[in-house]
């Protein structure tokens, strides 16, 4: 299995403009979550889906951030307009069952400027 | 509500030495627990976990970690480290008895002294 895969690993972009953000989870797990990583908040759950349908998503910021799973093989998680604040790493992870542990992707480290 | 603290953001052991890494919870009900390590420009990866049963778990690379409900702890320790483990290690917790958020402490920065 390739485990969970994100892309792109890097993202330098200015601030207002569109970002997109990528992730393919591992086969079979029902689970998908988004998380964000900063020195600052440590990791913060963004959102999760189970089954493509989205549960929680009382972590994602404000409007400006937006997140799908079109089918049970992918899901993008969406910034318009960027800003310099949203600059941090953000995590895909994805879970086979509800208590089952996490298997989270290389992360796309995102830079806003 | 649930919450982890991991007692020191960064830990400096020598090569060969004990590793000790200390987390405490808080939890309304019985808790899944949670070790996971981050090496640089990488995702989190599951080092152990403490469900159900014995106490004492084992995990992958020499780890292990003690589930002590009286103390609320589940410690991370290691009998001689290696240069290898230098990386950030997160402790977290879940509810056992019905699914919330995973709940990551803030994360203790390992290095390895040779």
């Known amino acids: 299995d390739a485990g969970v895969i994100q892309s792109p690993r890097h993202e330098v972009t200015e601030m207002g403009q569109e970002v997109t953000l990528r992730c393919k989870p591992i086969s079979g797990h029902d689970y998908l979550f988004w998380y964000r990583q900063t020195m600052m908040r440590g990791l913060e759950l963004l959102i999760y889906?189970?089954?493509?349908?989205?549960?929680?998503d009382s972590g994602m910021p404000e409007d400006r951030f937006s997140a799908k799973m079109p089918n049970a093989s992918f899901s993008t998680l969406k910034i318009q307009p960027s800003e310099p604040r949203d600059s941090a790493v953000y995590f895909c992870?994805?879970?086979?069952?509800?208590?089952?542990?996490?298997?989270f992707g290389n992360g796309t480290r995102l830079t806003v400027t | 509500a649930q919450s982890v603290t991991q007692l020191g953001s960064h830990v400096s052991v020598s090569e060969g030495a004990l590793v000790l890494l200390r987390c405490n919870y808080s939890?309304?009900?019985?808790?899944?627990l949670f070790w996971y390590v981050q090496y640089p420009n990488q995702g989190l990866q599951l080092l152990l976990k403490y469900t159900t049963g014995a106490t004492l778990v084992k995990g992958i690379n020499g780890f292990e970690a003690e589930f002590k409900k009286s103390e609320t702890s589940f410690h991370l320790t290691k009998p001689s480290a290696h240069m290898s483990d230098a990386a950030e290690y997160f402790c977290a917790v879940t509810k056992k008895t019905s699914y919330d958020k995973v709940i990551f402490g803030p994360g203790t920065s390992l290095s390895v002294i040779p």
């Open positions: 889906f189970n089954n493509n349908v989205p549960i929680d």
């Open positions: 992870a994805s879970s086979f069952k509800l208590d089952s542990p996490l298997h």
């Open positions: 939890s309304s009900v019985p808790p899944y």
